[in-house]
């Protein structure tokens, strides 16, 4: 490793000045192939630290970072906070790509780099997404990298799409502990922690259909007084929520929560941006579709707990998803339309009322 003012790499040159041999500080070759991504860091340090080189041969003129490796450009981009920007005007298959420009030459190869951008702050009535453009972000790939970026896009829970300007779209679960406030606050933290061990005990979950749903969702996002649990699947999402209600009940009744708590779950079905969150190390989101759940309970009151409810963006979702199953069959069946109410907003939310006795199935020992 390189240490104090002595150079990650040495370089010698060819009889005409230009870059003929690349080694690291441990004396070991730096191939200059662009695939390889020991010549990309090389590339990046020569930028960053504006390293005299030839501009001919090596075009230089900013800040610049080079990827050939997928797993390395994600884990810049979230360290770095950086959204990845994206266009209409670029098609793949059957969606959007990823906006490139290039490409920048390396003349010892036919390789090309191509510039991904990031999303910057603009008019909401330019072709993008709410508000955003597409800016420089400095950051070359390959253009085999740049082929396989623009695939792993269209697949909506891959990291390349997180990383995106472009939102995904997500069913979310908001568990909200009523009277929350007015517990002490030690009894608010073995609360919560009550529901930590619910959701994560593996016995409570192993039988009919939430056998796979143990820690299945794909994040939980802890909210003070509750939780927000992510799922990419509206039916996986609507047997968590009606199992976790029916356990707290179940469990409950039984005395074995170390605080007696009452609940309300909102369910609600939407796009969301999502973005790495270094302080979870983890996935968050923001936008509609995300506080759509916490809505729903906002509009049906404070008054009614121990319930599941549902938005109709949730309920057209699981009828568009229909497969005709028992377990659809017996979730659509329990609906009840609870009518349109208003949030704190003023907005109106269409809701139905999901009844948890009739979709959960418990172990034997908790059954009732």
Not at 22 to 39: A, T
Not at 177 to 199: H, N
Request: with cysteine; glycine share 8%; aromatic share 12%.
């Amino acid at each position: 490793m390189a240490s104090g003012n002595q150079p990650p790499y040495t370089v010698t040159r060819d009889t005409d000045g230009h870059v003929d041999e690349i080694r690291d500080s441990d004396g070991l070759g730096v191939p200059k192939d662009p695939h390889d991504q020991r010549y990309c860091d090389f590339l990046t340090w020569a930028s960053h630290n504006q390293w005299e080189i030839d501009h001919k041969q090596f075009p230089l003129y900013k800040e610049q970072t080079f990827f050939s490796s997928r797993d390395r450009l994600v884990e810049h981009c979230r360290n770095c906070g950086i959204t990845l920007a994206t266009d209409e005007g670029f098609l793949a298959d059957c969606d959007r790509r990823l906006v490139t420009k290039g490409p920048w030459f390396d003349s010892h190869h036919t390789e090309n780099f191509y510039t991904v951008f990031r999303a910057s702050a603009g008019p909401s009535s330019n072709n993008s997404f709410d508000g955003t453009v597409a800016g420089d972000s400095g950051i070359w790939v390959t253009s085999q990298l740049i082929d396989d970026l623009g695939r792993e896009l269209c697949v909506d829970d891959s990291d390349i799409r997180r990383l995106s300007a472009w939102p995904v779209p997500r069913s979310f679960v908001t568990l909200d502990i009523s009277d929350f406030s007015e517990y002490p606050a030690g009894q608010q933290l073995l609360i919560i922690k009550s529901l930590i061990q619910l959701v994560g005990t593996r016995r409570y979950w192993d039988i009919g259909r939430a056998a796979h749903l143990h820690h299945g969702y794909e994040e939980a996002l802890c909210i003070g007084d509750g939780y927000v649990y992510v799922f990419t699947s509206v039916l996986d999402s609507t047997v968590f929520a009606a199992h976790l209600a029916k356990l707290i009940e179940v469990i409950g009744a039984k005395g074995r929560l170390p605080v007696p708590f009452h609940f309300r779950i909102g369910l609600h079905f939407g796009e969301v941006y999502s973005f790495w969150d270094p302080g979870r190390k983890g996935w968050n989101y923001s936008g509609s579709g995300i506080n759509g759940s916490r809505r729903v309970l906002e509009a049906i009151g404070k008054d009614r707990d121990d319930m599941i409810f549902m938005s109709g963006e949730f309920k057209d979702e699981l009828v568009r998803t229909n497969d005709a199953t028992s377990t659809f069959r017996a979730i659509l069946g329990t609906l009840q339309n609870r009518g349109r109410h208003r949030d704190k907003h003023g907005n109106p939310w269409r809701v139905y009322e999901l009844n948890q006795s009739a979709v959960a199935i418990l172990p034997g020992d908790l059954q009732q």
